[in-house]
């Protein structure tokens, strides 16, 4: 058993100790065991693994029904890193449980420790030519329902030892799994800033969606001049913004513009002829009944792009995730272009 000793930070001080850097002890260092010194006692990363499967479901009922616990393991291992703590961690109610503000503090605490307790065994693992670990994956819902799953099949078959977790939310709730350690990587449709890496998977096309019956359906592309026609229908400005300006920019403004709340919502309008509308191709994928696509002419694309994690803190598991899925993306769905 390896072990790691976290130092108080007024022991933190190049006269005292080696060990300046607390996340490069951690890193190099860390095993199955953390030894805190401050409280005296000691805790493992299972229990922090168990702490945060409570702490992000909400429940220590669901939390010990996804770990094969039962439930009053799981409230004892609460119990005992509170005491550890010496604070609550949890506030208990009647439908669940939420974090208490030195809860959230420690939260980001306990993602490291599991972490780097589970890069430890990989490395390990990889040094003697096994590949095994865990990545975690933040994505929306159309790559969720209609990527992931054959994306994980034909990974698996190659990697049979690493697991895959799964995260589904909207890129803003993908933004803040990658700043919280939640997700390893995470889908995203353009740069958020400086606080990650980034990736570029591919380049995703977006497509005219029309009404059946509409005249350009049996067209081979939809001329950027048609969306003038008639009622353009708009949910996501982000996306549909290339559109829109290439159209200012050569016609003048587009005479009739909806703008709804939702997908599918914009599916359904377009489906039942109330106007034509644009969606990247991977947005599409599960959504498009009903409705007509082509491609634009001239064509516009968006770059799909994933968010990573610093490098250092990247697993090998994570890394042969990356360099399969832009590999393999664009061939799965048919329609994208690699980059």
Request: charged share 25%; proline share 7%.
């Amino acid at each position: 058993m390896i072990s790691i000793t976290i130092l108080p930070p007024s022991l933190l001080q190049k006269e005292h100790t080696p060990f300046i850097d607390i996340s490069k002890t951690m890193k190099y260092y860390i095993g199955h065991k953390i030894l805190l010194c401050m409280g005296g006692g000691d805790m493992d990363a299972k229990s922090c693994a168990a702490f945060l499967r409570t702490a992000d479901r909400g429940s220590i009922t669901k939390a010990a029904f996804a770990l094969g616990y039962t439930q009053a393991g799981v409230s004892l291992i609460v119990k005992k890193i509170e005491e550890e703590c010496g604070f609550p961690l949890l506030i208990r109610e009647k439908d669940g449980v939420r974090l208490t503000p030195e809860g959230e503090r420690m939260v980001p605490v306990m993602r490291e420790i599991v972490r780097w307790n589970e890069r430890f065994y990989e490395t390990a693992e990889e040094i003697k030519g096994v590949s095994v670990g865990r990545v975690r994956i933040g994505c929306y819902s159309s790559v969720s329902y209609h990527l992931m799953p054959p994306v994980i099949r034909e990974f698996h078959k190659d990697y049979p030892k690493i697991e895959i977790d799964v995260l589904e939310g909207d890129v803003h709730e993908i933004e803040r799994w990658l700043e919280e350690n939640r997700v390893d990587v995470g889908f995203l449709s353009a740069r958020r800033g400086q606080k990650f890496r980034y990736v570029k998977i591919m380049r995703d096309p977006i497509l005219a969606v029309l009404p059946p019956g509409h005249p350009m359906c049996g067209a081979e592309t939809f001329p950027l001049k048609a969306f003038g026609d008639g009622t353009f229908i708009v949910n996501d400005i982000e996306d549909s913004h290339p559109v829109i300006k290439a159209y200012e920019e050569q016609y003048g403004p587009m005479p009739d513009m909806k703008i709804s709340s939702t997908d599918q919502s914009v599916i359904s309008m377009a489906a039942c002829g109330l106007g034509v509308s644009t969606y990247p191709a991977l947005q599409l994928l599960g959504h498009g009944e009903g409705v007509v696509t082509k491609r634009i002419d001239p064509p516009f694309f968006r770059t799909v792009i994933m968010g990573l994690r610093p490098e250092e803190e990247l697993s090998p598991a994570a890394r042969r995730f990356l360099d399969y899925i832009k590999k393999y993306l664009p061939e799965l769905t048919k329609s994208g272009e690699p980059l």
